[in-house]
């Protein structure tokens, strides 16, 4: 039976995926790593401490009876410079690589899945064309006179490939769109801030619930991931015929947008659905909602779209710009959020950890841009691959884990 290796395994989607490999019986044995140790009890884990910014021949030290069929990394250290972002991540997987070379347990992989995301075609640069395909020709740092900052996903996927002729064994990159999970201790993911200016803006006189972004991105359509559905994503792709040496999108199946979303989570924390939502038009410049401040981020480089201007022939000659009717990092800085957010810590004894760290600058971007982010898994389907998970129900799901960690409070309280 094989074994598998998890990297990032405390993170959102390694946790996932060693859950999933727990689950599965074709598994005997799941090495899980990561520098905090998660501390989990399945008899079918063992866990090592590792850094993966260590020396090749460190961390081979530490991997010494370490062998599996199969490798899940899913490691990643967040930097703000995009070439650090590179050198980084880029350095982490090529030094995980060589150790393996040195233990000599490259000699029995047979596939290996490297969690990329849909950065990977420049979906946090701009407007990107849609929808987005594997085959999508990469978005190189010049096109003409335009530029872009670089991709760390591209240099992941270099070394990936070159290693995995070097050893004569199989690669796979997942290109997930944001994740819907949760990971203990760690608060930067999607679902926590929005569950928190939810929480925290029915707890506000009106309880009224804003949509902090732009209008057009209310219209707009948008796709997410499930950290679980990932997971059996990678556990699927490590093993399918002729899913060897592929990338693949993988999201959950359907098609989202704001308008659907917003007054479902409007219903569930007991929050108004103010109307109307835009009461200044909700386009860059504009005024804020009621006393909120607005932003507006005019971005430095242009649409990736214009890479594929000849191609589709149209013009792209305009940079990204991000609009926020209620700018959620200001927001979250306010003194009656905070006086809001105090209480509810306070009644329901909530982490305030996580409202420190909660990603209101991942909310900036995600509501405020003006243009859809859509993919399709026609590539993966074609191969077999058949499963699907409801945003919504996926959404929800994280919440009530969040209610049931302490991060945000219970729900019948507040309904
Ligand atoms: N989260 C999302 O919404 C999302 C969306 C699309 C794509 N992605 C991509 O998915 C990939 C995985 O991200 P994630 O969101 O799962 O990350 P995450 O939740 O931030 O977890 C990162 C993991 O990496 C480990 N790690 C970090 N530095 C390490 C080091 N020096 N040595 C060993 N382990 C280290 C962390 O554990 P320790 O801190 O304990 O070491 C943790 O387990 C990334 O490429 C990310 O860009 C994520």
């Known amino acids: 039976m094989p074994s598998a290796i998890v990297t990032g395994a405390t993170g959102i989607t390694g946790s996932a995926i060693v859950h999933h490999l727990c689950k599965d019986s074709q598994y005997e044995k799941v090495y899980s790593l990561s520098r905090s140790n998660p501390g989990n009890e399945n008899p079918k884990v063992q866990h090592a401490t590792l850094d993966l910014q260590g020396s090749a021949e460190e961390m081979a030290k530490s991997l010494k009876d370490v062998t599996a069929e199969y490798v899940y990394f899913c490691a990643y250290l967040a930097r703000d410079d995009p070439a650090d972002l590179s050198r980084v991540n880029g350095m982490m997987l090529s030094n995980f690589l060589q150790a393996l070379e040195i233990t000599g347990a490259i000699k029995t992989l047979k596939r290996f899945v490297l969690t990329c995301g849909f950065k990977h075609y420049g979906v946090h640069l701009g407007h990107c064309k849609q929808p987005l395909q594997e085959d999508d020709h990469l978005l190189e740092k010049n096109y003409g006179d335009v530029s872009w900052p670089p991709i760390f996903y591209y240099e992941q996927e270099r070394i990936l490939k070159d290693a ?4 004569g064994w199989e690669w796979i990159v997942t290109l997930p769109e944001d994740v819907l999970g949760y990971a203990r201790g760690n608060f930067m993911n999607e679902a926590t801030a929005l569950g928190l200016y939810c929480a925290v803006s029915k707890a506000l006189p009106g309880s009224k619930l804003p949509f902090p972004g732009c209008k057009a991105n209310y219209f707009a359509f948008n796709c997410w991931t499930s950290a679980n559905l990932h997971a059996k994503f990678c556990l699927w792709a490590a093993i399918a015929p002729n899913a060897g040496n592929n990338i693949f999108n993988v999201m959950n199946g359907d098609t989202e947008s704001f308008q659907n979303l917003w007054p479902r989570l409007a219903a569930r924390f007991g929050c108004k659905i103010p109307n109307p939502m835009f009461p200044y038009g909700g386009t860059p410049d504009s005024q804020g909602f009621g006393n909120y ?48 957010w105090a209480k509810l810590r ?4 909530l982490d305030q950890k996580a409202w420190e760290n909660a990603t209101w600058d991942f909310l900036t971007f995600v509501m405020g841009r003006d243009w859809s982010c859509i993919g399709t898994m026609s590539k993966a389907r074609r191969l077999g691959w058949t499963g699907y998970a409801d945003t919504w129900e996926e959404l929800e799901e994280t919440f009530s884990i969040l209610e049931r960690e302490g991060i945000l409070p219970p729900r019948e309280k507040h309904s």
């Open 346 to 349: 306070d009644t329901y004894n």
């Open 164 to 167: 995995a002729t070097r050893g």
């Open 293 to 340: 401040e607005a932003t507006t981020v005019r971005m430095q480089s242009r649409h990736p779209l214009a890479a594929h201007a000849d191609k589709i022939g149209v013009l792209v000659d305009s940079n990204p710009t991000l609009f926020l009717q209620v700018d959620p990092e200001k927001w979250a800085k306010r003194k009656d959020v905070n006086e809001a």
